[in-house]
């Protein structure tokens, strides 16, 4: 049996200030090195006493992030941090699969190209100038989110990296539209996939291989929201983030936005690249019992992210400022396109009251939602937020259908609050 997602949990208020105070007095108390117990805390360098340091203080300029691990860097925002119409840079997740290139530490582009390649009628190479002054500009607000965000809700429980709601962001980049690069090259009527590789490295090292090399169908690449991006929120892309140039397939799993790109194959039948096979980003084509074992035939690669929302303040735990009235805001996305209401409860779902959505700046950007509620009388309240978009899709209240990986759980976030 699924359990309800685990909620008004104030545990998950357990902040990674309390969390560096606590390990930090541990430490002393206990001297280095420091056995962590902390499942959410995972190193590839640890023990280390300059490991455990870096954990610590957090990821430099992302240290209000809830860290994961470090190698590869994995950080998530909690709901507050999330509050921003614009995710800033700081407060954006990082999902790694790999280690972070060279080039993109040193933020300089030396020999840096993009090859576009396979079933086009001519391979061609940019570098970063020549896709600026080849194609026309393109911006946009674009949600990215993780495949595995809420991942930590499913029980059994199950492998990865275990996120609760913050592999989520919107960020507005700038760059080109990928259809422009791929008509340029001449795409081929025998085209059904892109595949992208990067350059970032396994955690070994290995030469030749790839942490990640993931694709959509051709009908995505050439869709008009697809793009190559070199800017985020008016900045050269950050070394995390995949400087000099990512890929960004707005709606579908955050690992098809590839990072550090380097090449883009254009191929005849559906990519096979690092995390493309087996259960990686793939959910079951029937529902299985929780805990299944789910044969690799039986498995569909994910396609468009479902409908999504986030109740961004006021922040879970904390007593109303107003008294009985609460001010509520938040976001709201879905891969299927745009969002078409939002509703809240305080009763446990008894009963919905609507909240005013705003549109989106553009196709793939999230929409906030805002609501002012009345609560019947003082005491401790559970707020609900669903969220429903233009295909009549709604997020369930419970943990959505298990699956081997853990994605898509799309559960209304809930939030307590105390009004005295
Ligand atoms: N080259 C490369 N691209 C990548 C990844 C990676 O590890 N390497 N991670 C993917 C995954 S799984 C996600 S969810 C997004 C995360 O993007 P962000 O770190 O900018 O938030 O990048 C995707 N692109
Ligand atoms: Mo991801």
New binding site residues.
Partial sequence: MNRPNPLPDHSRSFRTSDRRRFLGSLATALGAPLVFQDLLLKTGIFPSALAQEALLKGWPGKEELRMLSDKPLNAEATAKLLDDEITPYSR???????LIPDRARQGTLGDWSLTIDGEVNESLKFDLDALKDTFSPHEAALV?E?GGNGRAGYYPKVGGNPWTLG?V?CARYRGVRLKDVLRHAGVKSSAVYIGYY?E?LTLSRESGKF??SRGVPIEKALDENTMLAWEMNGKPLPA???FPLRLICPGWP??T????LKRIQVRDQIHDGTKMTGTSYRVPKHPVAPGAKVPTEDMQIIQTMPVKSIITHPETGNSSQNGRNVRLRGHAWSGKGRVARVDLSYDFGATWTQASLSNPVNAFAWQRWELGLKLPVTGYYEIWARATDITGGMQPMLVPGWNPKGYLNNAAHRIAVRVA
Avoid at 92 to 98: D, I, P, T
Avoid at 257 to 260: A, C, N
Wanted: net charge neutral; proline share 4%; hydrophobic share 25%.
């Fill in positions: 954006h997740f990082v999902r790694n699969n790999g990215i993780c592999a962001g990067g970032d942490p990640i995390e983030h995949g955050g690992s936005s590839g990072k550090w």
